[in-house]
């Protein structure tokens, strides 16, 4: 059933006995916050929306003009299965704006809605889907997770080696309950890693789904007695946690992904954008100081290239057909905010499109056996180089509010200084991330 006026939200309220209703949205770094809202309070809350306190969320306000409207998207509405059957709690994803209606510069939903928009007008639509990869840890007699990994598993591997089967497919069955498609489920190659992908869809209910990912996968964590870790890299002698997001582009029902590339095709120019524009991008693709451990090492890609099926390619095209050609980015990891990551992204292949760029050859060779790759550039090698690319990057400041660009880098920024400082640098991280991440 499709959710479109007040009316459906509240019959869905009562027909299903939601006593609590979530209003979810998530800070410009990606965090998920929510309000709580009384069933019987549904009706004001529908009409006027609800009022917070903005300074408290961080990069969004400060005291002196604090107040914002969490206004939800009827479409988002589901039902959170880990809570109570009695008294059922219910969830919306919401849009942020200011108390006179304007919209709000930290909305990042609007800001990848706009994105979207501009491939309207274009007649194209980009349909976006995600694989996300996390740990699984054990707690310990309190419950406080460890950083014991689940199992010594490695790529594909099945039980014994693999004790997160089960975990997976509750995850799975979670995500059908709420709505969201599984695809495929697997043990990935780091002890304790895993990887669950989700069908493609558009960019925006995409961005929505990972949140609700992550939320899943933490909650059916926790019930298990286990911590689920989405940093970048939380082993350092293991594989890093990436978030390969697959990009393809339809245009009057054909999708323009399928056969041959040319060079100068809107996918050709698509692919060429966003190659141009990644090294600026990567802030947003990948915030932390720990994502840039990652790079480089462990199949997660350090060049700027591209391929057909290369798993050492910073973009590569799968072998597949219909309507699953698509173009992979394997850069991005799951600690980034999926609003913002898809903005940009999308906006360099727009970019791209609009300006005709070329796709380069591509270069069919082993790059993780390559220190070097003449003629290649790299991504950045620290957040603190790749905060500096992206505010010199006219296209980012096309894409994101002047005032949210700001405080977003200084944020990362003091991410940065505080790690230099720190007397052990990867301890320091693990303690700040591996647990809020």
Not at 242 to 254: A, R, Y
Not at 377 to 393: G, R
Request: with cysteine.
């Amino acid at each position: 059933m499709s959710y479109t006026t007040a009316q459906d939200i509240l019959d869905f309220v009562e027909d299903h006995n939601v006593k609590f209703v979530r209003f979810a949205f998530c800070d410009i770094f990606g965090v998920q916050k929510n309000i709580a809202v009384m069933a019987s309070d549904m009706p004001k809350a529908l009409a006027e929306g609800v009022s917070f306190d903005g300074s408290s969320i961080a990069g969004f306000m400060n005291v002196e003009e604090s107040d914002l409207v969490l206004k939800p998207d009827l479409s988002t509405v589901t039902i959170l299965p880990w809570r109570p059957t009695e008294g059922r709690v219910m969830q919306l994803f919401c849009d942020v704006y200011r108390p006179d209606g304007a919209a709000f510069e930290g909305n990042c939903r609007g800001i990848l809605r706009g994105i979207v928009r501009r491939y309207k007008e274009l007649g194209l639509t980009c349909n976006i889907g995600a694989e996300c990869e996390f740990y699984l840890f054990e707690s310990d007699d309190q419950g406080h997770p460890t950083r014991i990994p689940l199992d010594h598993g490695g790529y594909f591997d099945v039980a014994p080696l693999d004790a997160g089967e089960n975990m997976r497919r509750e995850i799975c069955l979670t995500m059908e309950e709420m709505g969201l498609s599984p695809e495929h489920s697997h043990h990935e190659s780091g002890d304790g890693q895993n990887e669950i992908d989700f069908h493609y869809a558009n960019a925006l209910k995409t961005a929505d789904n990972v949140m609700m990912f992550k939320q899943i996968v933490r909650a059916v964590a926790s019930r298990s007695g286990l911590h689920a870790s989405f940093m970048p890299k939380p082993l350092a002698a293991q594989a890093g946690s990436g978030l390969h997001i697959n990009l393809s582009l339809t245009k009057d029902g054909k999708n323009l992904f399928e056969g041959d590339i040319a060079p100068d095709s809107t996918a050709g120019s698509f692919m060429a954008g966003i190659l141009a524009h990644v090294r600026e991008l990567t802030a947003f693709t990948n915030p932390l100081p720990n994502s840039y451990a990652r790079f480089g090492a462990c199949e997660a890609p350090r060049f700027v290239s591209w391929s057909r099926e290369n798993r050492s390619q910073l973009v590569r095209i799968p072998a597949v057909t219909g309507e699953s050609c698509r173009m992979e980015l394997r850069s991005p990891d799951p600690a980034c905010n999926p609003y913002l990551a898809f903005a940009v992204i999308m906006a360099a292949g727009l970019d791209g499109i609009e300006r005709h760029l070329h796709l380069q050859p591509p270069v069919n060779k082993n790059l993780f056996a390559a220190h070097t790759a003449d003629g290649l550039e790299s991504l950045p090698a620290t957040l603190t180089d790749a905060v500096a690319l992206a505010k010199a990057s006219a296209l980012v400041q096309s894409v994101l509010p002047a005032g949210l660009a700001e405080r977003y880098y200084a944020e990362q920024e003091r991410r940065s200084a505080e790690l230099a400082a720190a007397s052990d640098p990867a301890e320091f991280e693990r303690n700040k991330y591996f647990l809020s991440v």
